[in-house]
């Protein structure tokens, strides 16, 4: 992996002065001789060749996107009482309430893929440039770099006597832990959250402006009834600047090498197919790790929820910060009521013929 900030952070040019980086026995210790290297780090050259490639990243999160939601398009039309009783709407109301039929959702999504793959093209680097930047590096030598931080911030934590013998201990596996699944995960939340607030000031303002909701984001609120496919049912302009210009930003922001990318643009992909699925599954990791999920979603698809729940996709910071957030019971409470006056609505009518009835008849 190539964190070239930290590599760059880490150098003896460093404005940082390492405070307790001095004791060069520790150090040695801790500096790690082997690569260490996790289950994900490459080494044969058929299987570099593949992942370094640009063609396999660029594809990647769109087949896994065709999977997916042929998955949940499986469960949809196959009908097994399991996931029929965890639908958040009823079968029916799919076809009788959406503005589009499922074709001209696959066509616009096919056409939103084509796009980002010709961006794509555009934007990532050439497939050597890959090779040689992430998977030839000198990761030994990454790690090392990275070694006076660790030192610094476990003693820093722990008070010297603790840390030292912690260090001597474990320090090389601290370092080699930090550098190949610390930092990547530091990295994939920052990105994750970079994308929410990307995404998340884009819808408002997709909402709020008038020309943006009309030109642009009514086309994917076509969809009263989410579905799978239907995830990436936008305008192309919308679907260049909330999801190709934000996962773009996102990835710059975090640093990510190409690989990290290609992993939080799967990732995006699968989420955002989850978050339109329109079932309630308690043990599915979209819905069970992040409170923003389909049901979540769901309700800004609805024509009382449709100025609430912006936040998307990963989590509903945003929403609560900025009062935008409405839960499943108020949503529930707002049907109940639109059910209600539907009653009495029905009820006055009724009341009404009666009534001219009783009156012919005096
Ligand atoms: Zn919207
Ligand atoms: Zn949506």
Same mark, same amino acid.
Request: with cysteine; proline share 4%.
């Given at each position: ?15 940082? $002065? ?8 520790? +150090?040695?210790?801790?500096? =790690? ?27 990647? =999160? ?10 949940? $398009? ?22 009788? /309430? ?59 934590? +722990?008070? /010297? ?5 912690? +260090? ?38 997709? $909402? ?17 009834? =989410? ?48 978050? $339109? ?35 998307? =996709? ?49």
């Amino acid at each position: 992996m190539a964190f070239e900030v930290f590599t760059k952070m880490a150098s003896p040019s460093a404005l940082f $002065h390492h405070q307790y980086g001095y004791n060069s026995t520790l +150090l040695s210790t801790m500096t =790690p001789t082997s690569l260490h290297a996790p289950f994900y780090h490459l080494t044969d050259p058929k299987h570099i060749a593949i992942a370094s490639s640009k063609t396999f990243n660029l594809l990647c =999160p769109i087949v896994v996107y065709w999977v997916v939601c042929s998955l949940w $398009h499986h469960l949809d039309t196959a009908k097994y009482p399991y996931f029929e009783k965890r639908r958040i709407h009823e079968s029916p109301e799919v076809l009788a /309430r959406n503005k589009v039929t499922f074709m001209d959702v696959i066509k616009a999504v096919f056409f939103q893929h084509c796009i980002q793959l010709v961006l794509g093209w555009m934007w990532f680097e050439d497939t050597n440039v890959i090779l040689e930047r992430e998977f030839y590096a000198d990761h030994i030598a990454k790690m090392s770099s990275l070694v006076p931080w660790v030192a610094d911030g476990t003693l820093l934590l +722990l008070g /010297r006597r603790t840390g030292e013998q912690v +260090l001597y201990k474990h320090g090389e596996k601290l370092v080699a832990w930090i550098y190949w699944w610390g930092i990547p995960l530091v990295q994939m939340y920052f990105a994750f959250w970079v994308t929410d607030t990307w995404q998340y000031f884009w819808h408002r303002a997709m $909402h709020n402006n008038r020309f943006l909701y009309r030109h642009f984001h009514s086309h994917h609120h076509r969809l009263y009834v =989410p579905f799978a496919f239907g995830a990436l049912y936008n305008h192309p302009v919308e679907g260049f600047i909330l999801d190709s210009l934000g996962s773009a930003v996102a990835e710059k922001m975090a640093l990510m090498t190409m690989s990290q990318a290609t992993l939080l643009f799967t990732i995006s992909s699968i989420k955002t197919a989850d978050d $339109h699925c329109g079932y309630k599954l308690w043990w599915d990791p979209c819905q069970l790790l992040f409170a923003n999920n389909a049901d979540y979603h769901d309700v800004h698809h609805q024509a009382f929820g449709i100025k609430s729940n912006f936040s998307q =996709p990963y989590f509903t910071n945003w929403d609560k910060i900025l009062g935008t957030q409405m839960s499943r019971e108020e949503a529930d409470s707002k049907t109940r009521w639109k059910k209600l006056g539907h009653e009495y609505a029905e009820h006055d009518k009724h009341n009404v013929i009666l009534e001219s009835r009783a009156k012919k008849v005096d």
